[in-house]
């Protein structure tokens, strides 16, 4: 048996640690545009669209920190990163380094990850499924 063999039963915990960690990470920009914190982000009411952004970033940011409706939830957020790379990154310029928009497409793709891996660990997902068995 190789390391890399003796790492797999640790998968799921490794999937709960990049789903929390960026779900932390995600829920620091939705606070920071409703609340001000951990720094303030524009000043005064937000528009409309960015009001979304920031409820779906906090609300959401707490469900995936939970491991609560993953998958959905990862899906709506990963519409919702692409969709602001394209309105706000993309038309500062091509390259993603150059825009700013690195952070939507990481976030992006690893939502979208999560859309098919799940939670993983430690998530009231899998507390759920294993109490309906």
């Known amino acids: 048996m190789t390391f890399f063999d003796r790492l797999s039963p640790l998968q799921p915990y490794a999937l709960a640690a990049l789903r929390i960690i960026t779900a932390l990470l995600f829920i620091e920009h939705g606070t920071m545009k409703l609340f001000g914190f951990p720094a303030a982000m524009g000043g005064g009411s937000l528009p409309p669209l960015l009001l979304v952004a920031a ?27 692409a969709v602001a790379y394209f309105m706000a990154h993309a038309p500062k ?8 928009g690195e952070g939507a497409i990481l976030f992006c793709f690893i939502f979208l990850f999560l859309v098919f891996a799940g939670a993983g660990a430690l998530s009231l997902d899998s507390r759920l499924s294993a109490t309906r068995r």
């Open 55 to 81: 409820l779906l970033e906090t609300i959401g940011g707490v469900l995936l920190l939970i491991g609560f409706l993953t998958r959905p939830v990862a899906f709506l957020l990963s519409g919702e990163m």
């Open 93 to 100: 310029g091509f390259y993603p380094a150059m825009n700013g």
